[in-house]
């Protein structure tokens, strides 16, 4: 209660000291160097003793600045380095915090990047990168209430409101708490800013779960107008026509696809609608395939051999 | 702050751009397409033409309270759970999930779990515990688990439900299925050597992981053909006891897994929380245990969900071949 009603005050604080800083940036000419690609040249600058150069309260920025641009060019062993010695430095310092929780998030180190985005999070509640680094840590961890509650606070951040990837990872975990209503609205949001096959594969996907079976179709249809040499989502159709029944559509996206490459899901998808047709032959020439490509595909190929079984009964 | 807002811009679309990678690369994942595919096709089998599904809750005090949060992801997931088996604390969650109780009650439960909540352990308790060779009560863990499910009895709740204790007097298990569900669940969670055992149907009764730590049978005798099971065993490299109580519960863990090597074989399916470490007695790692149990079961769904589209196979099947 204490910390709502002294919130209005602190931000006013926060906001004023914001407006001041902003006259003078130490590390103007280096970020500006960052933000036109020229990474390397920005890394070189920050030598050691531009970095005592700095007002104390710069330095881990300025440390932190360093390891963005090693990973910007690839080094992530070096920004890794990096990103620690400003964390253990400047413990506090919110840009060394949330850039290694990112950097051990992309790696899979979930365990060792948690910790840092709560840190983050404790130190300045509303910091939307981190939140959003929480939240997708909390959503791969199966915490899908608390990471809901994450991606809104980074959302509520005008730099991450306006970003297609974020709304689209939003919608479909709102999708996936069966908030049907919210998931629509927020790829709504998605597809405004990047109508791309992506952004509509997850439309119709939404538009499924939540019961418009005709508008998920259309919208993976113009997905696939929109890009047809993406095969996931012809065969994302595929698998919706085979749920419908309607067996020869989704056998003449799967041929689309056999055209280009001898897919193993695409085998399934036709062996499994050859052997509904009564194709025994058929069929099981395309699941023994299937079931071939279970280093690549293991689960394809786990349960095409399931479907061949149960092709090879007796009763069959 | 300052400093954070004059770069914030570029920080943000770097971290913009990195953002966007996992999402197109899981759109790629046939295997994830497939499961998601035969899964809901699976959820469609009208009931009695899919696979009776069990989900089983093992033993393991606060590290049980795990179960939660595997069940929390299982509930997000929709995994179709037809009956439910508990020994001990699987017992408390697994009641709570046949009663149907929501993840997210049985969370806050959880975290206003403590010591005391099963009994009195104030110090004078305590002494009498020590001194007087007089064991404690476990009346205030029926009292609790009366609050959240009521005076229920088993056929009253919303999934079937069995839950395992052992009669100290003859070793024997015993298999409850029938009867007020409160007290049939204390006794599957009373401790040995810390509660007195429970007074119940001419029998004297104690925790049931001494003898079924896993209790996949007795799903099975509820009908179940398919069996998940949520297995939360101690650690013992972990864990040093150095007083009676730690090491008699140590000696008790140490048995269950010996009983439950069996039992992880006849599971269809395993999702084990990486609570080892937890000892009996630490409530305030509740919320940490229950963080683990969400991770375990979002490493494992879809192994579980695989293996139970497998085992339907015959099932499905038969639905296609029937189709006009």
């Not at chain 1, 709504?188 to 992506?198: K, N």
């Not at chain 2, 959880?110 to 004078?124: A, E, I, P, R």
């Not at chain 2, 609790?144 to 395992?164: M, W, Y």
Request: charged share 25%; hydrophobic share 45%; proline share 5%.
């Amino acid at each position: 209660m204490v910390r709502r009603s002294l919130a209005p005050l602190a931000l006013a604080a926060l906001a004023a000291c914001a407006s001041r800083g902003t006259l003078v940036d130490p590390l103007k000419s280096e970020r500006a160097l960052f933000e036109s690609g020229r990474f390397a040249e920005a890394a070189a600058a920050l030598t050691p003793e531009r970095l005592r150069s700095l007002p104390k309260r710069s330095r881990g920025d300025g440390h932190a600045l360093i390891a963005h641009c090693l990973e910007a060019v690839g080094r992530s062993d070096d920004a890794l380095a990096a990103y620690q010695l400003a964390e253990a430095l400047y413990p506090k310092n919110l840009e060394a915090l949330t850039g290694l929780g990112w950097l051990l998030h992309r790696q899979g180190l979930d365990d060792r990047a948690r910790p840092l985005f709560e840190r983050a999070v404790h130190i300045h509640p509303n910091n939307a990168t981190a939140n959003l680094g929480l939240a997708e840590i909390q959503r791969a961890q199966g915490d899908l209430a608390s990471a809901q509650v994450g991606y809104e606070s980074a959302l509520a951040d005008a730099s991450w409101s306006k970003n297609p990837a974020v709304l689209r990872d939003y919608a479909e975990l709102l999708a996936s708490r069966q908030k049907p209503q919210q998931a629509a609205e927020a790829i709504g949001r998605a597809l405004v800013l990047d109508p791309s096959a992506g952004t509509l594969l997850s439309a119709a996907r939404i538009e499924r779960r939540r019961g418009g079976i005709e508008a998920a179709y259309r919208d993976v249809g113009y997905a696939l107008s929109g890009d047809p040499t993406r095969d996931d989502i012809a065969l994302q159709r595929a698998l919706w026509l085979l749920e419908d029944g309607r067996l020869a559509e989704a056998e003449a996206d799967a041929e689309a696809v056999l055209a280009r490459s001898d897919d193993a899901l695409a085998r399934w998808v036709r062996g499994s609608a050859r052997a509904r047709r009564g194709d025994l032959a058929g069929a099981r020439a395309d699941l023994a395939s299937a079931a071939s490509q279970r280093r690549e595909h293991p689960f394809v190929a786990r349960a095409a051999l399931a479907l061949l079984e149960e092709l090879h009964a007796p009763a069959n | 702050m300052t400093l954070l807002r004059a770069w914030a811009p570029a920080a943000l679309a770097l971290a913009a751009s990195l953002a966007a990678v996992p999402a197109a690369a899981r759109e790629s994942r046939a295997d994830d397409m497939l499961r998601e595919h035969l899964f809901s096709e699976l959820k469609r089998l009208p009931k009695g033409e899919r696979p009776v599904v069990g989900l089983v809750l093992s033993a393991g005090a606060v590290r049980g309270l795990a179960h939660i949060g595997v069940w929390q992801v299982l509930e997000d997931a929709g995994f179709p759970v037809d009956v439910v088996a508990g020994t001990s604390m699987g017992a408390v969650v697994g009641s709570f999930v046949a009663e149907g109780i929501p993840a997210s009650r049985m969370r806050e439960i959880g975290g206003g779990v403590t010591l005391g909540s099963g009994s009195d352990y104030s110090k004078t308790r305590l002494l009498t515990l020590i001194l007087n060779d007089s064991l404690l009560d476990s009346t205030a863990m029926e009292l609790v688990l009366k609050s959240a499910i009521g005076e229920r009895t088993f056929d009253q709740l919303k999934r079937p439900f069995a839950c395992v204790s052992m009669d100290i007097r003859t070793g024997e298990k015993v298999v409850f299925r029938d009867g007020p569900v409160a007290p049939a669940v204390r006794a599957s969670a009373n401790l040995p050597g810390i509660f007195k055992p429970v007074a119940y149907r001419h029998r004297w009764l104690v925790d049931g992981g001494v003898v079924d730590y896993i209790p996949v049978d007795a799903a099975r005798l509820l009908g179940a053909e398919w069996v998940l099971a949520s297995v939360t065993e101690g650690d013992f490299t972990y864990i040093n006891p150095t007083n009676v109580l730690g090491t008699l519960e140590q000696v008790i863990d140490i048995r269950g897994s010996l009983l439950s090597r069996q039992q992880r074989r006849e599971a269809d399916a395993l999702i084990e929380p990486r609570v080892g470490d937890v000892e009996f007695y630490q409530t305030e790692r509740i919320p940490d245990v229950i963080r683990k149990g969400m991770e375990a079961g979002a490493r494992g769904l879809a192994g579980a969900q695989e293996s139970l589209a497998v085992y339907a196979m015959p099932r499905l099947w038969k639905k296609w071949s029937a189709a006009p």
